[in-house]
């Protein structure tokens, strides 16, 4: 099941606004603003107000009203009452509902009509108006949005021409390019600010697919859905939210959602109104350097599978727990969230390889993916942090198991190896192994006896690498690397 966070408890917060202002500015003739925007300098620019007087006019605020019940049954002042004049200061109408608005920004992305815009501007909306740079308000429908990724496509029918800009290739931003951000802070309409590229990759526990750009660019509350300019006016980002420790605007840490990974949300969402995910079917859990080292690599990359769920892609296609996954579909696996990304981008119902280590060994495996329901999880990593030093081989009492071991640690009959009855303090299998595990490999070997499990664990020691163990805990496998003691 996907691991679920809370943004406000990391000081990030979404970035729509409450607020409300129109600007006036003329209507721009219908062309794609990048194709006029100039090239990018070698240095930084003297101005931006060329870039930004050819961008602004794509760049739109959206608004949305919700109805919601003010509770209690309370309705509006009735007729003729002296409070009456307060139902419209309080948006509450005679049946007790208020109309709640909100603000946010967006792009056009075709003179056609369609806008991008993130999800949680629009999500739960009963109304969207789309309003140009000019001032004009259009009706807006909702062709589909992806809370996974906080993105949603709407459509205008135009009353005018409009101006269009272009999704760019994120990949091409480098940390320190100068980009420039348009948007709707605080409802104040027609924003310009710039800062650089300030970091790539940028996971901040929103969600599964995390990938964004840092930018120190101000953006703040009603920004949300606003482009992320290169100098070349192409959008490389979509600003989707803020780190703000008290709540409040811009501390310069800013957030995008790239725009290659809007590009294959937002044409889905025009093709098919929804997003399409592929389904493998594992949980996982990352590398640390240690593992690697007990898989025979050099650097902490890839996925190690800890569960197979029955009846998925990765059991028909016979991966197996304690596979390391470092290539999929043709891309390296570098970190957990990089397979969640390729396995949902990957086609589906096709054979697609992966390359894995199992035991050391490379394997290439065909595996057809499934469709990832609303109500499967997707590949999730768990995170373990490692131990202080050891004071003597690992530092760890086994036992064999017993029916009572079974009970009470609810062991199915199906999982053999040896009961972990104590982690002494000290030693490096503290905070990885508990009492309770039972340890079904060492280095890869099963194991059914204490003393097998010291056995192979001296052999590695004498090696001078750590031992990697396979354990079973609370329902699944996972894999910790111990170092041992290197003098018996």
Known sequence: MRQKHTLKNLGVALISSAGFCLGNMNVALAQTASETASEAPNNAPDSFSKLAARLMPSVVNISTRQTMSTGGGVGGFGEGSPLEEFNEFFNRDDDGLKRVSSLGSGFIIDVEGFVVTNNHVIEAADEIDVVLSDGTILEAELVGRDAATDLALLKVKPEVELTSVDLGNSDTALVGDWVVAIGNPFGLGGTVTAGIVSARDRNINAGQYDDF?????????????????????????????????????????????????????????????????????????GVTQEIAKSYGRNKAEGAIVTHVTDDSPASRSGLKIGDLIYSFNGQDIKETRDLSSVVASAPIGEDVAMNVLRKKKDTEIMVSLDLMEADVGEEEELDFSGGPEFSNLLGVEFSMITDEHRRRFRIPASVEGVMVERVEPGSDAIGKLQKGDVIVEVNFLTVKTPDEALAEAEIVATRGEPVLVQFYRDGDMSFRSINARQNG
């Open 213 to 285: 750009i840092q930018t120190d660019a101000a953006i703040n509350k009603g920004n949300s859905g606003g482009p992320l300019f290169n100098l070349k006016g192409e959008v490389i980002g979509v600003n989707t939210a803020i780190y703000s420790p008290s709540g409040g605007g811009s501390v310069g840490v800013g957030f995008s959602v790239p725009s290659n990974l809007t590009k294959q949300i937002i044409q889905q969402l025009k093709d098919k109104g929804l997003v399409e995910r592929g389904w493998l079917g594992v949980r996982v859990q």
